[in-house]
């Protein structure tokens, strides 16, 4: 399926080029940085396509939108579950 909304794929594109700005729900950090999509996700994870802010997009784009974002928190998810464990395996080990 194709993104017909102009604005969400370069949303995409900026999603695929630089996750770290979409993981704002797993980055405990939570500097300004991973605050900057905070509104758009809080849209599209939060609401339906009928009664977001967004209903100038297709049902369609709306989510595809979604989609990637999920997807970018998954990764996140797991980037910062892994760093748990490496974390927790160094104070084990004493270094």
Request: net charge negative.
């Amino acid at each position: 399926m194709e993104v017909e909304n102009k604005g969400i794929q370069m949303l995409i594109r900026r999603m695929q080029t630089h996750p770290e700005e979409f993981s704002l729900y797993i980055n405990q950090s939570r500097n300004d940085k991973n605050r900057r999509w905070e509104w758009i996700i809080n849209e599209v994870l939060h609401k339906e396509p009928h009664t977001s802010s967004l209903r100038f997009l297709s049902e369609a784009d709306f989510l595809i939108l979604r989609d990637r974002l999920l997807a970018a928190q998954g990764e996140a998810f797991t980037s910062y579950i892994m760093s748990e464990l490496l974390r927790d395996d160094k104070k084990d080990s004493g270094k």
